[in-house]
T-cell receptor
Framework: GAVVSQHPSWVICKSGTSVKIECRSL??????MFWYRQFPKQSLMLMAT?????????EQGVEKDKFLINHASLTLSTLTVTSAHPEDSSFYIC????????????FGEGSRLTVL | GENVEQHPSTLSVQEGDSAVIKCTYSDSASNYFPWYKQELGKGPQLIID?????GEKKDQRIAVTLNKTAKHFSLHITETQPEDSAVYFCAARTSGTYKYIFGTGTRLKVLA
């Protein structure tokens, strides 16, 4: 399989600060990356679709100014949670879409954000 | 809109028994069906997948079957082991798009 590295794996921050999460595809090029949010014991909730070199497409109800996504290269996408509040505490997971006919999706290890 | 239903939500089996998780999708244009295993505190890991041009695929103790007519696909784990305990998600992807629709997950517990 392919490897997607996500960093940091966990972060604790104070309310009002911003946090950046990085997602890297290590051994393949990902023209498209997805960002998910997962609440305890629930499924993956798609937040946005990120395409290299263009603006991200956000799902309904996800604030684009709150969750800034940048996909500057074929191997790196970042999610910045701006002015974080306790309700933003969650498990954030990225995934990279392997280019080509297969279009397989590979996930990062996830980042647990706790906002105090 | 597209929807994927997954059952059961929780499943407990004795070590060595088989486990079956079932998913139903709504979009008949879906053509790719992966299964992911998620361990506590980690991201989902692709364990097996199947495409719409085949009916069954097997990889050691894991197999997936697809019934396109009924729009069902299932994950079969044989000779379960405690390390199989995790949450399993099915997903469906529609031809021509890269959008994946995920099931709600099945929490599998393998009892030693």
């Amino acid at each position: 399989g392919a490897v997607v590295s996500q960093h940091p794996s966990w972060v604790i921050c104070k309310s009002g600060t911003s946090v950046k999460i990085e997602c890297r595809s290590l051994d393949f090029q990902a023209t498209t990356m997805f960002w998910y949010r997962q609440f305890p014991k629930q499924s993956l909730m798609l937040m946005a679709t990120s395409n290299e070199g263009s603006k991200a497409t956000y799902e309904q109800g996800v604030e684009k100014d709150k969750f800034l996504i940048n996909h500057a290269s074929l191997t790196l996408s970042t999610l910045t949670v701006t002015s974080a509040h306790p309700e933003d505490s969650s498990f954030y997971i990225c995934s990279g879409l392997k280019a080509g006919n297969t279009g397989e999706l590979f996930f990062g290890e996830g980042s647990r954000l706790t906002v105090l | 809109g597209e929807n994927v239903e997954q059952h059961p939500s929780t499943l407990s089996v004795q070590e060595g028994d088989s486990a079956v998780i079932k998913c139903t999708y709504s979009d008949s244009a879906s053509n790719y069906f992966p299964w992911y295993k998620q361990e506590l505190g980690k991201g989902p890991q692709l364990i097996i997948d199947i495409r719409s041009n085949v009916g069954e695929k097997k990889d050691q103790r894991i197999a997936v079957t697809l019934n396109k007519t009924a729009k069902h696909f299932s994950l079969h784990i044989t000779e379960t082991q405690p390390e199989d305990s995790a949450v399993y998600f099915c997903a469906a992807r529609t031809s021509g798009t890269y959008k994946y629709i995920f099931g709600t997950g099945t929490r599998l517990k393998v009892l030693a």
